[in-house]
């Protein structure tokens, strides 16, 4: 639902209808990544703020500055805001646009990575270390070597090793990157060529940086072809996440000018994936991000959309629903706003 098509909604007939409601009201939040430690739910957004700048495709208007840390003792219980945990005033290397973080625990340490725009424009990746998961963090000096577009993922796998995902178009310049080099002339490719994948990387046992080349990970049709440039409502876009169910990874991804969170399947942390299907509808607001999170044996989607802010797409709030599977372990098609036609 993009944002030109807010005058025709009924918001309060859109809030009856919805499947759930804001997590958190008080702020503006958006990209939850969840995950349970040490048996709560910690949630990491990104803190919308209006900061005054006009809607542009290069995402300008997404001006956030901090994070705040949410956690939940349950999933049908309060979400607790415990307050400014990294500024970007803090972190050395960063400038602006404290975009879509997550967070990682190992050995009793928690991990904050997040995207930042640097001096020069251009986005990296940084990470903030805290003992606590719900920090204060603090920053490394330096961005993560070898990092570079938006929406950092992490993902641990059985063995303990832990792979970041990130990567997207458009604002976040995955499409100003081939083999991992940045040139200025790099655009998207054309429809019928082969769409840009996300990126991943191992960390290093420190996880304060990459133990590997970061790869571009490929999306496959079910006939084993490449997705295609063109194909806006199954390529890959921004807000690439990973998970796990009965033995197969499940890569998940928002198709950003379609508006869907769709996903794909595959036997590895580096792909191939499989693409199966969308999992969530399109909300109200341009954006869509999300994450998946298992709680008590139950699988959840954490989303946002902004009907809190009467569908200002840079004003957005955090949701979360529950995830069916099927027998076959697909997963059944979300209506975020079950009474919509």
């Not at 944002?3 to 809030?15: A, M, N, R, V």
């Not at 133990?211 to 084993?224: A, F, S, T």
């Not at 199966?276 to 008590?296: A, K, M, N, R, Y």
């Amino acid at each position: 639902m993009p944002e030109e098509s807010i005058e025709h909604i009924d918001f309060k007939e859109l809030e009856q209808n919805a499947i759930s409601q804001p997590l958190v009201s008080h702020i503006y939040t958006a990209d939850p990544s969840a995950h349970v430690f040490n048996g709560k739910i910690y949630i990491y957004p990104s803190h919308d703020i209006d900061a005054g700048i006009a809607f542009n495709d290069n995402g300008d208007h997404f001006g956030m500055e901090d994070y705040h840390v949410f956690s939940m003792d349950s999933i049908t219980s309060e979400a607790k805001d415990n307050g400014l945990t990294l500024h970007v005033k803090d972190v050395p290397w960063a400038e602006r646009q404290m975009w879509a973080p997550d967070a990682a625990h190992k050995n009793g340490k928690y991990y904050l990575y997040f995207p930042a725009k640097r001096a020069n424009g251009i986005f990296q990746i940084g990470v903030a270390i805290s003992d606590s998961p719900t920090g204060p963090f603090i920053p490394e000096k330096e961005a993560i070597k070898g990092s570079y577009s938006i929406d950092p993922a992490v993902f641990e796998d059985e063995e303990g090793k832990y792979y970041m995902y990130f990567g997207g178009i458009w604002g976040g310049q995955l499409q100003k990157y081939r083999n991992n080099k940045y040139a200025e002339e790099n655009e998207e490719p054309t429809d019928y060529q082969s769409a840009l994948g996300p990126i991943v990387a191992r960390l290093s046992d420190d996880m304060k940086e990459f133990d590997e080349e970061p790869r571009e990970i490929k999306i496959l049709d079910k006939n084993g072809q490449e997705i295609l440039a063109g194909d806006h409502e199954r390529r890959f876009f921004e807000g690439p996440w990973l998970h796990k169910y009965k033995g197969k990874y499940y890569f998940s991804y928002s198709t950003g000018d379609t508006h869907y969170i769709c996903y794909a399947t595959g036997d590895s942390p580096y792909g191939p994936f499989t693409y199966q299907g969308i999992i969530l509808e399109p909300v109200i607001g341009w954006t869509t991000h999300h994450s998946i999170c298992e709680v008590d044996g139950k699988w959840y989607l954490f989303y946002h959309d902004s009907s809190l802010s009467k569908g200002i797409t840079h004003l957005r709030s955090i949701k979360v629903t529950e995830i069916n599977y099927n027998e076959d372990a697909t997963i059944q098609t979300i209506n975020p706003y079950k009474n919509e036609d």
